[in-house]
């Protein structure tokens, strides 16, 4: 592949929220720095917001939704394929950002995170239009219609590890379905969505989307926590959707939750059977735990790999993870860049350790990399494969970093066992040739996205969420409307005659 | 002395510089996705513990508590309340000081693990 390397995309000197249609300064003037992972400069500050600027944000937001509740499907899907053209027109310069925010190579921001952000737009400014209700008779003078209306004001706390995509995974559907949005962007990743909002705010009735930066504790906090809240969606940890469960259930207010995986990325026998492309994408599928240097909720953190196949197969898995090369994030070249902050550098580097401690054996990285000149000072981890048991704690806790912990299995039964013993069920994957595993093993899996002979694919039209502690609701599809929207049923009678009990 | 879960004195800095502006203070141990795996802080019973909640101990008179589904997998390891810098994400409560609590780990040795008591379930403060 030939090299492109990109400029490093320069920013305003400071960003405010995006309330009411404008940018706007915090109430109390503070802002905080931003770092980029890729060299651990400050880039930028962004407001550093409290309970006033979320109030001004909710006031923005009613008073948009006594209006825009009234949009008509084709007004919203209109404005949905605007805000995807103006995205596609802007592809590039997006990435670039995305890469300066959080760090990862931008042959990924181009080809993902953006290609994905403009699908989705599209993918729900679409199923809309093709959209019905439904009505029953339910008999010869009874009616049931049912007419899905918007939940009103929604928050939305967005997580860091795909700024953009995440931001409009929550977006797309929600605007869709007839609500007003107040976003929080991660406080490590908060450009991103800023640049956004210059590019499309204008085709957006003011108040109806609007973005309040600053911390969790600070900012997300009295978000998820209001009373003038009428759903809240939240992607991260577990601890913390308990927490905004917690506050949601003070509201009675409904909720959708993503909060990460440990995923069994399981190899069948008969991958081996024949030395070919199929043998070669499979390989690139165990490697997949290095997309987005393992900062997936998602991540195929675990390689179950059949005992008989075990050496030749990890063999050639461990070659093309040394073969990942490490780099400038905004060459084309690079397929991995740095983790998003220095607490995940840490605590990555600390799994690492305890993986050890435990007995796993290192097959490869295992350490920081070492860059050269301008980056030295990022956020850098060789992507690492340790072998052990599903017991350990490299098995079962979420890294969200390049390492990867690979076991054996003897049978489809203990395959089962082990990809199953896990607190959670977001992803699974699954490879084979044999056309009875393919889909009675994907079916025994306790995971709300299994995978088959493929990995790390999230096309919009294919539902995506979680089983067991990795939460609920499904998004990247029509399903996502509903958790958004109310049914409104109509009853009607065409009877004149009183039912005469009084 | 907490048989389970010890702190350094860069955390015990840092939860005194949190006890100054939010008064006592709590942990809870997350897991999963993006911030998951690391240690959670929040004024006391902002967070509100379970029946599903093990507690460890307390950690220079907080209470630190991680759920039982989790405890199972992280039993045999003991745990040290450190700091590291970094702007991590959540809301826990130390995030605007830049700075992030995070844990290290090592494995008991038998003799520890024979001596260890279990743990009570449920809110012990």
Known sequence: MSTTLFDRPTLKADYGNYIGGKFVAPVDGHYFDVTTPTDGTVITKVARSNSKDVELALDAAHAAYATWKHSSVTERSNMLLKIADIVEANHHKLAAIETLDNGKSIRETINADVALVIDHFRYFAGVIRAEEGSVSELDQHTVSMNIKEPVGVVAQIIPWNFPLLMAAWKIAPALAAGNCVIVKPAEQTPVGLSVLMELVGHLIPPGVLNIVHGFGPEAGKPLAQSSRVHKVAFTGETTTGRLIMQYASENLNPVTMELGGKSPNIFFKSVMDQDDAFLNKCVEGAVMFALNQGEVCTCPSRILVHEDIYDAFMERVIARTKAIKMGNPFDTNTMMGAQASEDQFNKILSYIKIGQEEGAELLCGGAPAELDGDYSNGYYIQPTILKGHNKMRVFQEEIFGPVVAVTTFKTTEEALEIANDTLYGLGAGVWTRDSHELYQVPRAIEAGRVWVNCYHAYPAHAPFGGYKQSGFGRETHLMMLNHYRQNKNMLISYDKNALGFF | ?125
Request: charged share 20%.
């Open chain 2, 1 to 125: 002395m907490n048989p389970r879960v010890a702190f350094t004195p860069e955390a015990k800095a840092l939860m005194d510089e949190l006890r100054a502006f939010h008064g006592p203070i709590m942990f809870h141990q997350s897991g999963g996705c993006c911030d998951g795996s690391s240690p959670m802080c929040f004024a006391l019973d902002d967070f509100k513990i379970g029946q599903v909640d093990v507690y460890l101990g307390d950690v220079d008179g907080a209470p630190f508590y991680m759920s039982s589904s989790q405890f199972e997998y992280w039993k045999h390891t003991h745990l040290t309340l450190d700091v590291t810098p970094g702007r991590g994400s959540s809301f826990s409560i130390e995030i605007p000081t830049g700075k992030r609590f995070m844990i290290h780990s090592r494995i008991f040795t038998d003799q520890e693990m024979a001596e260890l008591p279990e743990p009570p379930q449920g809110k012990q403060h």
